[in-house]
């Protein structure tokens, strides 16, 4: 049987509701008898906003510490 990885992120998760519409579709997925790997991203706007608040606190943050700061 196939694995199938979905991703979600966004505005796909930017709610409570939107989160339950998620989670739904993932039960059913597995109801139909199929393997997923879920990833789930940052809610809508979130990465936008951690990356000015690096910036409020140095103007220039150095690639490196911005990658460990979106991909935690």
Do not use: C, W
Not at 23 to 35: L, N, P, S, W, Y
Not at 60 to 65: G, I, K, M, Q, Y
């Amino acid at each position: 049987m196939a694995l199938y990885v979905q991703k979600f992120g966004g505005t796909s998760v930017g709610s409570i509701e939107r989160i339950q519409a998620v989670a739904d579709k993932i039960i059913k997925f597995r109801q139909d008898g199929h393997d997923i790997v879920v990833v789930v991203s940052a809610m809508s706007g979130e990465t936008n906003r951690l990356i000015e608040l690096a910036k409020a606190i140095d103007s220039d943050p150095s690639a490196r510490e911005l990658d460990v700061l979106v991909s935690t």
